[in-house]
């Protein structure tokens, strides 16, 4: 799973029949090592909103999550409302 921050929500005019109903926003790693500022695109299917800190769902995981078959690669599963401490 990737930690990342909403910077905008993305429109499409025309996509794949399977891709039709879903949100998209651009999403910009802030952890990890070499990833940080790596953007990417995600479907949003829990409300998000730009300036949010999300959790990100990549690969197969993230297509198990729509389980229409569409050609997904990233999925915001996740709203960070704190973050935790681990010592």
């Known amino acids: 799973m990737i930690i990342a921050k909403i910077i905008d929500s993305i429109w499409a005019t025309r996509k794949a029949d399977k891709l039709n109903g879903l949100k998209f926003m651009l ?3 802030i952890s990890g090592d070499s990833s940080v500022g790596r953007r990417l695109v995600a479907v949003d299917i829990i409300g ?3 300036g949010d800190r999300v959790i990100i769902s990549c690969g197969f995981s ?26």
């Open 62 to 87: 993230a297509r198990e999550m729509i389980g229409n078959g569409a050609p997904i690669d990233a999925v915001i599963v996740g709203i960070i409302d704190e973050d935790c401490q681990f010592r």
């Open 27 to 29: 999403v910009e790693e």
């Open 48 to 50: 998000a909103g730009i």
